[in-house]
């Protein structure tokens, strides 16, 4: 599956454990999506109140750093047309996929409805032989899927949401991105400099560092099997009640 036929949502859900996850991975599919009128819902499951290793910082900085993390993720998704933004506030770096967890992202999907949600390989643990996949990337991405469903479409599970409102929803497609063998290509050829642009605004992260040939070199790397210029690939799980488009 390339971009002949390709699919628009009319919502997305992009749930991802960190600020800058999204901009890393998915952020030309969110830009191109969110410029063909679809609404974005970004997910930031923690604050990344974890993320610097400064030795002149102690515990009293996460909280300061947290609130420069949401901020940047707020300018980010500025960039790419995101309509709405949620910091569920969980510890960065502790992550696990609890039924908690779980029962808040299905709540959150329950009240949005999103057509697509947009994920990480929650199996995901080697990536080459330079990364190991932080835990909280696929605990992030375990809870999601498993949130998708079978509990946000299940009526008897978490019957408590049913008496606060909150009626069963079926996702449509969940896109998963970091897999091993994808099955969707996305050309996000017009959106590329979009994503890097996004990138750029987690500064506390990236330093020095110009993240700009990097990541053009992992899209022209993702789209040469479709002869693409650019690309973000996926394994595309569709609901067995949609009759595919593509």
Known sequence: MTNEKEYFPKRA?????????QEFTVAGTLAKWAKAGCEIISIVITSGDSGSNDPTKG??????????????QLAANQVLGVALT??????????????????????????HKPDVVVIGDPQGVFYGNGYINHPDHRA?????LYAVFPSAETRLIFTDLLAEGFEPHKVKRVYVHGVEKPDTWL????????????????????????????????AEEEGKEKGLAFA??????INVEEKPEN
């Open 13 to 21: 859900m992009s749930i991802h454990a960190h600020p800058d996850d």
């Open 59 to 72: 515990a009293e900085y996460k909280t300061e750093l947290a609130r420069l993390r949401e901020t940047e």
């Open 86 to 111: 949620l910091f569920l506030r969980h510890p960065d770096g502790e992550l696990e996929p609890t039924m908690a967890l779980r029962k808040e992202l299905t709540r959150i999907i329950r009240q």
């Open 140 to 144: 992030a991405s375990q809870a999601a």
């Open 187 to 218: 050309d996000v050829t017009e959106t590329i400099d979009v994503k890097i642009t996004a990138l750029k605004q987690h500064a506390s992260q990236l330093g020095d560092w110009a993240p700009d040939d990097e990541m053009r070199k992992w």
């Open 232 to 237: 973000e690939a996926y394994k595309v799980m």
